[in-house]
Structure formats: structure tokens, C-alpha cells
């Protein structure tokens, strides 16, 4: 009788242990809001990657308060997830997201914006100083001269100050010549179009004596924003405006002439290579593909950075078309064809 409870209890114990290594690697994606349309796309292409690498995911969108982030981080750790993806609201205050995750056996892995100032354990991004580049020589390729503005993007963002460095690396050669004057530069408290059109509306307002030229913006809502004030001030199509996103707005507004350029982020890419990174992870095994370091102010973490293109009229069938990120259909829904 013992014998036959012992070899239960084995063949139970045994079972447990069977179906624990079967679970499904449960991954945890927090997202900061849905107010960007392109958030929508990096969290369903996540989702699809996990499901097919054999993983279950758990999405949060925080609606912009970091606050609600780390208890939503809180919430999915105790559902059971095993390694938490973090769009971060704010790229300081969710340390406390990783030092929470931490406490708890989680890693954490930063998407598209880095966690600033704690051991962070991986990040997955594109290269944010390149884009700032590709924006500021896009617009002083057409205009070598004259007076540019920057509407900066959040100042809780890392990616407002590495898109500003980028920026600045092809502006400062042309304002030392004297080319280029920077007539304003401002980041914005978040990424949303209000701000783009106060700052344009205010700037126009103020200075009816300047003649602007350019405008790059921190992404396409802020673009967006401009356009509208500029717009209002019958100025629409007289000034060249660089975004970032590829929005479907954006590329409307490029086909309309209001907008110059936009930045197309590999969000497929990139969704899927953090997906991947988290299900390896989740098995204990060491991402493969993070092969550089960026320190991230307390620690040099693991990452990769992937590569963005520039989207301008005469490319968008080549790019955001072709790569199926937005459907021709989409464009001509708005009765605007190229
Ligand atoms: C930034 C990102 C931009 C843009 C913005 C929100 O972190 O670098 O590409 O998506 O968030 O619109």
C-alpha cells in the first residue's frame, strides 16, 4: 500500500514538473498610451509574434501616467509574467518598474524608448540620433539657408533628446556659417499635436515679421499640429516640415504638399525582435541579436538598434506601401491620390 502511495505521489510530482515545463512563456507588455496610432501597430505585431514563438502576452496601456505604468507592471507580475516589455511613460520614474520586476525575478526589456538609470536588463530601439540626422539633412538639402524652428518631443522621452543630437550634428556646421539661424527650439511636455500647433501658432503670432523656413518635429502629431497653425496663418505648403512615425495623417499631408518628409520606424522589426527576445529570455536563454551596449546612465545594457527610412512624396509606394505598413486604399480613402 505505502509503495503504491509513494509511486503516486512520484508519478504526480513528476507531472507537475512535466506540465511546468510545457506552460507557455507568459510575456507582459506595457504600453505607455494609444493616442499615437502607431502603438497600436508595435503592440498587435508583438502579440502575433509571442502567439506564433508559442508564448501567451498580457498588454496594459497606461494612458500616459507613469504611475498607473508601475502598478500595471505590479498587476502583470502578479499574474505570472516572466519577462516584462516596457514602453515607458517616463524614461526615469520607471526605474522603479525595474526595480520592482527585479525584486521579483522578472527582467525587463525597453522598447523603442530606454529606461534611464537602472540595471535594465536589454533594450530594443532604432537608431534615434540617425533619425534626428536624416530629418535635418532632408530639409537643408532643399533649404541650405534660412531660419529653422525644432519643436522638440517629450522632455520625459530619452528619444526628444537623441533625435535633437541627431538633429543638431547636420544643423551646427550650416548655423556656424551663418546659413541657418535656429529662430526656435523647444521640446514639449508630451508627443501630442496640441503642443505642435501652440508653439507654431504662438511663434507666428509673436514674430510676423519672420519669415520661417523649416520646421522639424519630434514626430508627426507635432508635425500635424504645425500644419494646422501654419494653416490658420496662410502659410500652409510655404514652409518644409520634417515628422517621424509615417502616420497615415502624415502621409495624407506629404501627398498634399503640407508635409516634406516623415521617418518610417521598423516597428515590425522591432516588435518582433523584442517578442523573440522576451520568449528566449523567458527560457533562459541570452538573446543572440543584441550586439551593441548603450549605457543608459547607470549600466551598459545589451541592445540593438535598428535602421529607419525617410518617407517622402516620391518614395511612399517604395516604403510604407510596398512594406504593407499602410494600404494605397488609406490614402485614397481621404480622396487624396498621388
Ligand atoms: C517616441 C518615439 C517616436 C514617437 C513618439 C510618440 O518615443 O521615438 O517615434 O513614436 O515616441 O509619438
Redo the contacts with the bound molecule.
Keep these: 500500500m505505502k509503495r503504491n502511495i509513494l509511486i503516486l505521489i512520484t508519478f504526480l510530482v513528476g507531472l507537475l514538473i512535466f506540465s511546468a515545463c510545457q506552460s507557455k512563456p507568459h510575456i507582459g507588455l506595457l504600453v505607455?498610451n494609444l493616442?499615437?496610432e502607431?502603438?497600436k501597430k508595435d503592440m498587435a505585431l508583438f502579440e502575433e509574434k509571442v502567439k506564433e514563438l508559442g508564448g501567451t502576452s498580457e498588454v496594459r496601456i497606461a494612458d500616459s501616467d507613469p504611475d498607473k505604468q508601475l502598478e500595471q507592471a505590479k498587476e502583470l507580475i502578479e499574474n505570472g509574467v516572466e519577462v516584462l516589455v516596457v514602453?515607458p511613460v517616463n524614461q526615469t520614474k520607471a526605474c522603479d518598474i525595474v526595480n520592482y520586476a527585479h525584486k521579483n525575478y522578472v527582467p525587463v526589456i525597453s522598447y523603442?524608448?530606454l529606461i534611464k538609470d537602472c540595471n535594465l536588463d536589454y533594450y530594443v530601439?532604432?537608431d534615434?540620433i540617425a533619425?534626428g540626422e536624416m530629418q535635418a539633412e532632408y530639409l537643408t538639402k532643399i533649404k541650405p539657408s534660412g531660419n529653422y524652428g525644432i519643436i522638440g518631443?517629450?522632455k520625459v522621452?530619452n528619444?526628444?533628446y537623441l533625435?535633437n543630437l541627431g538633429q543638431l550634428n547636420i544643423l551646427q556646421p550650416l548655423i556656424e556659417k551663418g546659413d541657418i539661424n535656429i529662430v526656435f527650439s523647444q521640446f514639449t511636455n508630451s508627443?501630442s499635436l496640441h503642443e505642435g500647433y501652440e508653439i507654431i501658432n504662438e511663434f507666428i503670432t509673436k514674430n510676423a515679421d519672420i519669415q520661417l523656413d523649416a520646421i522639424i518635429a519630434?514626430?508627426?502629431?507635432l508635425a500635424a499640429g504645425a500644419i494646422s497653425a501654419l494653416k490658420e496663418h496662410n502659410l500652409d505648403g510655404d514652409v518644409l516640415i520634417a515628422g517621424?512615425?509615417a502616420d497615415i495623417a502624415a502621409i495624407r499631408s506629404i501627398v498634399a504638399g503640407d508635409q516634406t518628409m516623415t521617418?518610417y520606424?521598423p516597428i515590425e522589426a522591432m516588435a518582433y525582435t523584442a517578442a523573440d527576445a522576451a520568449i528566449k529570455i523567458s527560457k533562459g536563454i541570452a538573446p543572440s541579436n543584441m550586439n551593441i551596449t548603450v549605457h543608459n546612465g547607470k549600466r551598459l545594457v545589451p541592445a540593438i538598434l535598428l535602421k529607419a527610412q525617410i518617407v517622402h512624396k516620391q518614395n511612399i509606394d517604395l516604403t510604407v506601401i510596398s512594406e504593407g505598413f499602410i494600404e494605397e486604399t488609406e490614402l485614397e480613402k481621404n480622396g487624396k491620390t498621388k
Excluded at 519630434?218 to 502629431?221: F, K, Q, V
Aim: hydrophobic letters at 30%; charged letters at 30%; proline letters at 0%.
Design positions: 505607455d493616442q499615437q502607431r502603438w514602453i523603442d524608448r530601439s532604432t534615434n533619425i518631443g517629450s522621452d528619444n526628444a533625435l508627443w519630434g514626430n508627426d502629431a517621424q512615425d521617418v520606424k
